[in-house]
């Protein structure tokens, strides 16, 4: 690869981003391991909607699943900029790699370390040694972007909670072994009324319907979760009672670092793509990379990406200092999703005919880029989160 390609699709990290040893040392080890062992296969998880077991294995081996966890569970403690980066990397070569890590980390461990208590010390240090995944069920057939419409129930019945109702479109549900669903448990009073809960996979009267087909992300799994009368121990309860809208709203805000972090990997990764296939294509007598139309496209591309950077590290960063992190998390998400659609639509572009066949990976980099623009809130909901707040402070 020559200087230029380098320049563009490798930046000087260390330099533009101040990133710590242990930073620059997880970037490397996740690069060569997303080059090595998921870019082979992510055409073929993708053709034939297949969830990768051995690639998850392998990046438990790795430690992944870990990262911004403390070593008291299991984890490396590395923050949360490290797992960032990581997921970034791993989205560089496939979105559904990295959409599986995302899932599990940020929403089906995450709000268990920090909110389980005693279910902390039961359930994190087995999902962190990837004893099984963890999945997070919010989204209802009824209740999408409007979470605080909750339909599914949890009625106290003894020493145990009874739950009733659904889940759709929840991410890793086939494999996890653990879920956290939210229920109201008073009905009447919004979202005071929401409670959230862990629901082992063993529980009597919970079971598993069979996710739709995608347009993206086929190398993730999803699936519905069915709650028929399923009975949870009393003490499975996350956080106090009536306080589960908050708990999802917290949990929301850290997944948006991820979703940006996913949603930049596959941005460079188009990049890199479209890069590559400019210079080496001729048109005209020159390469197309020196044709001013598509020159200015990689010019733009590369500017996005580099501005998405800033905004996924920071949020980042502030949620590591244990700084108020909720509206940067939201842009970030914001800019960096809508910038991967940007970054895959032009890279097509730039491939012509091929960016429209399977032969290359940018149509699959862009199928997998809508995803970004719908998960943990819609771009419309991140903008009534950061419209409000620019407001407040007037």
């Given at each position: ?6 320049k ?8 533009s ?6 930073q620059?040392m997880?970037?490397?080890?996740v ?14 998880i ?8 051995e ?11 870990g ?11 590395s ?11 791993i ?7 990295g959409?599986t890590?995302a ?7 995450y709000?268990?370390?920090a909110?389980g ?6 359930y994190?240090?087995k999902?962190?040694a990837?004893?099984?995944m963890g999945a ?5 057939p009824?209740?999408g ?9 949890a ?5 145990e ?5 659904r ?5 890793n ?6 879920y956290?669903?939210t229920?109201?448990t ?9 409670s959230a ?11 598993l ?21 399923a ?10 009672e ?6 999802f709203?917290?949990?929301?805000e ?6 940006g972090?996913?949603?930049?990997g596959?941005?460079?990764g188009?990049f ?13 007598g020159?390469?197309l ?5 598509v020159?200015?496209?990689?010019a ?15 949020a980042?960063?502030?949620?590591d ?12 998400k914001?800019y ?6 940007r ?10 005919g ?8 940018v149509e699959?980099?862009?199928r997998?880029a809508k ?10 909901v991140?903008r009534?989160?950061?419209s ?7």
């Amino acid at each position: 690869m020559t200087a230029i390609s380098t320049k563009f699709a490798l930046p000087d990290i260390k330099h533009s981003f101040d990133l710590t040893e242990d930073q620059l040392m997880i970037q490397e080890m996740v690069r060569d391991f997303a080059k090595s062992e998921v870019e082979p296969i992510a055409a073929e998880i993708d053709e034939n909607h297949r969830f990768p077991t051995e690639t998850w294995e392998k990046m438990v081996e790795l430690g992944l699943t870990g990262i911004p966890f403390s070593e008291e569970v299991g984890g490396s403690d590395s923050g949360t900029l490290a797992y960032t980066i990581a997921v970034e990397e791993i989205s560089r070569v496939c979105g559904s790699t990295g959409l599986t890590l995302a899932a599990n980390t940020s929403l089906g461990t995450y709000p268990i370390y920090a909110w389980g208590d005693h279910l902390r010390d039961m359930y994190v240090p087995k999902l962190v040694a990837g004893e099984y995944m963890g999945a997070y069920g919010l989204t209802e057939p009824n209740a999408g972007s409007d979470a605080g419409g909750t339909q599914t129930t949890a009625v106290l019945d003894g020493d145990e909670w009874v739950i009733n109702g659904r889940k759709c479109f929840c991410t890793n549900a086939n494999y996890a072994g653990t879920y956290i669903v939210t229920a109201v448990t008073e009905k009447g009073i919004g979202a005071r009324g929401i409670s959230a809960f862990v629901v082992p996979r063993d529980t009597p009267g919970f079971s598993l319907e069979k996710g739709e087909k995608k347009l993206g992300m086929r190398g993730s799994d999803w699936a519905s979760l069915v709650f028929e009368d399923a009975r949870i121990p009393k003490d499975h309860l996350l956080g106090p009672e009536g306080e589960g809208f908050k708990t999802f709203m917290k949990t929301l805000e850290g997944g948006r670092i991820s979703i940006g972090a996913l949603s930049l990997g596959i941005a460079q990764g188009a990049f890199d793509c479209a890069l590559r296939y400019a210079r080496d294509r001729e048109a005209f007598g020159k390469p197309l990379a020196k044709q001013q139309a598509v020159g200015f496209k990689l010019a733009n591309m590369a500017t996005e990406i580099e501005a998405a950077r800033h905004m996924v590290y920071h949020a980042a960063r502030l949620k590591d200092d244990g700084q108020d992190y909720g509206v940067r998390a939201a842009m970030a998400k914001l800019y960096a999703s809508e910038v991967a659609m940007r970054v895959t639509y032009d890279a097509i572009q730039i491939y012509g005919g091929y960016g429209y066949s399977r032969e290359y990976p940018v149509e699959r980099m862009w199928r997998d880029a809508k995803l970004c623009v719908i998960g943990e809130g819609t771009s419309e909901v991140q903008r009534i989160i950061i419209s409000r707040d620019v407001v407040g402070r007037i």
